[in-house]
């Protein structure tokens, strides 16, 4: 494997603002792993402009927990293949490991990710449906002693908690916190957030990224100044850490740049962006399958890379999990409505490169 970049170097990096796609596992027909497949969307992802790719996580199913090994396999093969590609591209890509479970199962977890180079872990708090707040913050540091972590605001949705104002301010103040992924498709609740790590006193220190794929060009455009701080610099949400990026990813960091040049004031904003908000977000209801409370999430991604060929199939573990009914439909629509947000040129082009 080829040399990751330091610590200190990929924590400057996640802290100036990344594309993070989530990465979807891909599966065979007969739902085995697929490693072409698998390499084919690693390379694409750091070709297309990904600063970072996150592993693990609920796009590459939590389920991959459940076959002995598998878990180990999935993130080794992701970060040998992007150290690899980096290697030949003279790229650095930041890799995150998704790390689930109550505290020796997640602390295990970060050991391995850490044994294998990634560089943060990202902390589902999902097992912890009825802890106190005590608890979720115990439980984050000792995960913390392990690996840098980056919180998860998981949208109850697909099995997220509520998580207050209190946990965000505490969470924030952990030693070795380097950012959050503000994801619970709430404005409320995201706003509870920035005011969590305002109210901690090191706002200038973690990273904001948001997993909102509903409001996902809102939220890198919009400075925030709360709680009576209009005299200070706003905060901002500085990347993206998401699940609708793990599609149409060279797209998605063209855009991203695009709202970088607005937020950093070298561009205007213009009802032109404003618009182009709305368009995402019609592509991310049609992809995650918002209709029917995202039941088709995963397959919506896996369907729109099998159309690609990056993907020999749109399978998932779950047998029983496929896309909703009409939803193929509504992919197709999004597709011819706004060609412009999708990258099927691109992809043509390298495919053979990258399935090489």
Known sequence: MANRMSEGEARLRFRSGLVIPAMPLALSP?????????????????D?????????????QFSIRDAPGFFREVLSFAIETVSDWDGRRDTATVMIAGLCGKTAEAVEEARLARSLGYDAGLV???????????????????????????????QPAVGGRKLPYEFWRRFAQVENAWGIKVAPFDRYAT??????????????????YTGNDDSIVTDLLTPFRLDGTSDREPMRIVGGLLGHWGVWTRRAAELFDACRQIADGHAPL?????????????MNAAVFDAANRFAGCLPGVHTVLQRQGLFQSACCLDPQERLSPGQAEEIARVCRAYPHL???DFVREHLETWRG
């Open 30 to 46: 007969e739902r085995t792993f697929d490693p072409l497949s698998q390499r084919a969307l690693l390379r694409y992802y750091v």
């Open 48 to 60: 297309a402009g990904a600063g970072g790719i996150a592993v693990g996580v609920h796009a590459t």
């Open 124 to 154: 589902s708090l999902s097992a912890f449906p009825d802890a106190s707040i005590d608890e979720l913050v115990g439980h984050v540091r000792a995960v913390s002693r392990e690996i840098p972590v980056v919180g998860f605001y998981l």
């Open 191 to 208: 706003l509870e957030v920035i005011r969590g790590v305002a109210g901690s006193g090191r706002g200038r220190e973690l990273a904001l």
């Open 270 to 282: 213009t009802p032109q962006m404003l618009a182009r908000a709305a368009e995402v977000t019609d």
């Open 342 to 344: 999708t990258d099927d």
